[in-house]
């Protein structure tokens, strides 16, 4: 069974850069079908796709966010990566590492909170 821990700071200073681990036990993230994803739900809104990196190591983003996101792979360590520069208070959020097995997510992470000071 695969499971998804994100980690990292809850709380962030404006204009600095978030940045969170998605640690993946008992799967592969090289496995070209999983589509390793950073989703995101701020306070009262739904829920946000960011990103992914495909188990072939292509990323796709969302263009409004493609400027100051970069997701990666540590593949030594089996982990996803998610770095959001330039933060403000507006994404402030819980955010959410999930697994997409072609059209389907199959997996998530249980969330972490993030904050943006203001």
């Known amino acids: 069974q695969i499971q998804l821990q994100e980690s990292g700071p809850g709380l962030v200073n404006p204009s600095e850069t978030l940045s969170l681990t998605c640690i993946v036990s008992?799967?592969?993230?090289?496995?070209?079908?999983?589509?390793w994803t950073w989703i995101r739900q701020p306070p009262g809104k739904g829920l946000e796709w960011m990103g992914a990196?495909?188990?072939?190591?292509?990323?796709y983003y969302k263009p409004s966010l493609k400027s100051r996101t970069s997701i990666s792979r540590d593949t030594s360590q089996n982990h996803i990566t998610l770095q959001l520069s330039s933060v403000t208070p507006e994404d402030s959020a819980v955010y959410f590492c999930a697994l997409k097995n072609g059209e389907r997510y199959v997996f998530w992470g249980q969330g972490t909170q993030v904050t943006v000071s203001s």
């Open positions: 990196v495909q188990g072939n190591g292509r990323t």
């Open positions: 008992r799967g592969s993230i090289t496995t070209s079908d999983y589509y």
